[in-house]
């Protein structure tokens, strides 16, 4: 088989969908592969590399997406629609249910298309949990770093100083991003609460988790009491394939108190939040009822 790998589009995305060992693997196993020049610049690897490996350096993006199946990170952009044909498998993170344009020239071009996000084993996303990792550990970070006053928050530490209480972070969705951005927030010394609607999982994440992270059931009126008590709150829910479904509304967010900060990790599906929307690594935030929000979709290409 001929494998494409183009380089990544997306605004602010440095990764790249193949490594110069996996580009060796396939190549072992009999495959052709065409790396776009300096694809994987952004992530440290040069078009030498590649072809040490095996691979043809690709000239063009055309070049590229011209193979059998092409790999890439992100859902192809709008000046990637030309490329999308009936021959062509499409390995990638797709994102449909909050991309109606793209999921109809997909349906109309007959490209054979496998989202990465929907890929399962047993329970398990194993394609999307490293993803997951990656953003649910630097929501923490970065939620910490706009609560300062010099980015517009309401000027707090989350892990507090002598005489001053912790930050409070809350976490809506328990899952691998969830669990990380608990993990990162605890070490940072905040008071976390992860909150999800699965019973088995929460008795199972409490039982686990350091005494700083407490677990409780998700529901909307847990949420709307608990709202106006976080200084960060984090959007790591999930529903595989579909779109997230709308867990804070405007009114909730308005009851948080001005300065505090909201990380929509899933912004690419769509948004936690009535006020969410999309934002790039360049012009990350934007505020709405007082609260600063980041919503930045691609965050791991960072």
């Excluded at 991003?177 to 993990?183: L, Q, S, T, V, Y």
């Excluded at 699965?198 to 529901?219: F, L």
């Amino acid at each position: 088989m001929r494998i494409g790998i183009p380089r990544e589009i997306k605004h602010g995305d440095n990764r790249v969908s193949c490594t110069p060992a996996g580009v060796r693997t396939l190549v072992q196993a009999g495959h052709e592969v065409l790396v776009e020049t300096n694809a994987g610049a952004g992530s440290g690897y040069g078009d030498k590399q590649y072809l040490e490996a095996g691979a043809t350096i690709a000239s063009s993006a055309a070049e590229a997406w011209s193979s059998d199946m092409v790999i890439k990170v992100k859902e192809p952009g709008t000046s990637e629609y030309e490329f999308l044909r009936s021959e062509l498998i499409l390995f990638t993170f797709l994102h449909l249910a909050s991309d109606r344009a793209l999921t109809f020239r997909l349906l109309d071009s007959g490209t054979t298309g496998i989202a990465y996000e929907t890929v399962q084993a047993g329970r398990r996303l194993p394609l999307l949990e490293p993803m997951s990792e990656i953003a649910g550990s630097m929501s923490a970070v970065t939620g910490a770093h706009f609560l300062s006053r010099a980015q517009g928050g309401k000027g707090i530490l989350l892990g507090g100083v002598t005489g001053v209480p912790r930050g409070k972070v809350i976490i809506i969705g328990g899952g691998t991003a969830g669990i990380n951005a608990a993990r990162i927030a605890a070490g940072i010394g905040a008071d976390v609460t992860i909150l999800d609607i699965d019973p088995e999982k929460v008795r199972a994440r409490d039982i686990s988790n350091p005494p700083s992270v407490r677990v409780i059931q998700s529901t909307e009126r847990i949420i709307a009491d608990l709202l106006p008590t976080a200084d960060l709150l984090i959007c790591a829910a999930l529903v595989p394939g579909a779109k997230t479904p709308r867990l804070i509304t405007r009114k909730m967010l308005s009851a948080m108190n001005p300065g505090s900060v909201l990380v929509d990790i899933a912004i690419d599906q769509g948004g936690c939040a009535e006020t969410s929307r999309p934002t790039t690594h360049d012009n990350p935030v934007f505020v709405e009822e007082n609260i600063i929000h980041y919503c930045v979709a691609n965050m791991p290409g960072a």
